[in-house]
């Protein structure tokens, strides 16, 4: 049976995705996965840590399983970090170093391993079918491949590598400064001067050992020469052969200076597929019908979450809960972020006026909500904005800080430039979101503009250009 052919006939290349092993790098990467699926891509194999291989079967993707020091089971990861107790205690801009040092570039050569064993699987899968990488931008364990590490004998290498960026873009911008650095955006020639100091004289000298360690981790797992550049500058973007930027232009800095076969390719997130079951929570009814009643008799939804990493629900969900909890014109839906997970061990009154979930589909709330309360993860600012909801951030760690700053820049919310505010704050921030209509039209502008990207077409077809350029490349060569 010939395989499925793309537009012009030609046959379509198997694909293999790779993905930072956390839940919030994965969860796009699996609805891209969906996509491909859908659009009768034959063979999609997803990388994945065993933690998650469910998750990626019910894609419809094939499952190939990190393994040893590269298989990261990130709920395991938070309850149990590096360093133990002490880890807590450091500042977030030093637990992001101990995070990027231990997910990132520690597991590279076993990452590289599997990349490796995955390929040759696929080799011997269909010898003749050619295979593109879909590469999620902090998979460093894929870098070895475009910086001369050989293969197993008789593997042909992939067609394409295609980077796929599922956080704000950490590529190196003489408009920006070194990310997580508390400045705002300036792109004037004083802004510029002033983002080179920060990047030659505090960023660089901090981030010595990690670009040390990066190019020391490639020559474990056989590069045959080094990325060259401080870390954090963008060759986990750049060395590929096109980078696709989840989100939409209005979100991101007007840099100028994007990378070539860089483009924004929208949102995976939106609303659920039609027929799609309703929430098992015995309050979704009320949240549906408090929905169809005409506006004066409606009450206000919040909905608050911290995400799968931070999930103390001291740090935002519980100061949430008591900034509304004499508010019976507000309903509250609290999103536990992981299944099963309940607050019966803290020590919390759940309020009359709140409703709480374990596990629930953000898309599937959202489209009951007012105001959205989160800490800033890329996925949940995403999600917001597919559903044009305006926002309150909460972030601090990770890509958080930069989310946040963008979503006050942008518009579409208020930035607690705080991971752990008050009752006060939180309910100040929300009230101030409620009564000002510009964070709404402006989140529904960007909701428009997500709109009008189909992500999942754009993948689909940069996967193809990035194959049949490397087809007609190879075709005109005299070597060939």
């Not at 198997?14 to 790098?25: F, N």
């Not at 009320?286 to 909905?303: D, I, Y």
Request: net charge negative; hydrophobic share 45%; proline share 8%.
């Amino acid at each position: 049976m010939p395989a499925p052919a793309s537009e012009d006939g030609a046959d379509l290349p198997s694909v293999l995705i790779v993905c930072h092993a956390l839940t919030g790098h994965l969860a796009p990467l699996l609805r891209i996965a969906a996509g491909l699926r859908a659009r009768a891509w034959p063979t999609v194999v997803f990388l994945g840590p065993t933690a998650h291989r469910a998750r990626i079967e019910a894609a419809g993707a094939l499952f190939a399983p990190l393994e040893g020091a590269a298989d990261l089971d990130d709920r395991a990861y938070y309850a149990d970090p590096p360093g133990g107790a002490a880890y807590a205690a450091l500042h977030w801009g030093e637990r992001v170093l101990a995070d990027l040092r231990a997910q990132c570039l520690d597991p590279l050569p076993a990452q590289w391993a599997c990349v490796k064993e995955a390929l040759a699987d696929l080799h011997a899968r269909d010898p003749e079918c050619p295979v593109v990488v879909l590469a999620e931008a902090f998979f460093y364990g894929v870098l070895p491949l475009l910086y001369g590490a050989p293969l197993p004998e008789g593997v042909a290498r992939p067609v394409g590598t295609v980077c796929v960026s599922v956080t704000v873009p950490a590529i190196r911008s003489v408009d920006l400064p070194p990310a997580g650095y508390p400045f705002p955006f300036d792109a004037s020639a004083d802004g510029r001067e002033r983002n080179a100091r920060l990047w030659e004289r505090s960023w660089k000298p901090k981030a010595a050992g990690l670009t040390a360690l990066l190019d020391e981790r490639m020559r474990e797992a056989g590069a045959t020469r080094g990325v060259d550049e401080v870390f954090l500058s963008g060759a986990n973007y750049t060395s590929h052969d096109a980078i696709l930027q989840l989100g939409v232009p209005g979100f991101e800095y007007p840099r100028t200076d994007w990378p070539d076969r860089f483009k924004f390719a929208g949102l995976v997130q939106g609303a659920p597929q039609s027929g799609a079951l309703p929430p098992d929570f015995p309050w979704w009814p009320e949240l549906v019908s408090n929905s169809a009643l005409p506006a004066p008799e409606r009450k206000k939804v919040v909905v608050v979450t911290q995400g799968t990493v931070e999930i103390n629900p001291h740090d935002l969900i519980i100061p949430t809960l008591h900034a509304f909890a004499s508010r019976p014109d507000v309903l509250v839906v609290a999103i536990l972020g992981w299944k099963d997970a309940n607050l019966s061990r803290y020590d919390v009154q759940v309020p009359s006026n709140a409703r709480i979930a374990d596990y629930l589909s953000y898309d599937a709330v959202l489209a009951h909500a007012d105001v959205w309360v989160h800490n800033a993860g890329f996925g949940a600012v995403n999600h917001g904005i597919a559903n044009g909801v305006p926002m309150v951030a909460a972030g601090e760690g990770m890509d958080k800080t930069e989310n946040s700053r963008r979503v006050a820049w942008s518009g579409i919310g208020v930035d607690l430039q705080s991971a752990t505010p008050s009752a006060e704050q939180v309910r100040e921030a929300v009230e101030c979101v409620m009564r000002d209509e510009r964070y709404t039209r402006r989140v529904r502008e960007l909701q428009k503009e997500s709109e009008e990207i189909d992500c999942f077409d754009i993948v689909h077809r940069e996967l193809l250009t990035v194959a049949k350029k490397t087809a007609r490349d190879q075709a005109a060569s005299p070597y060939s």
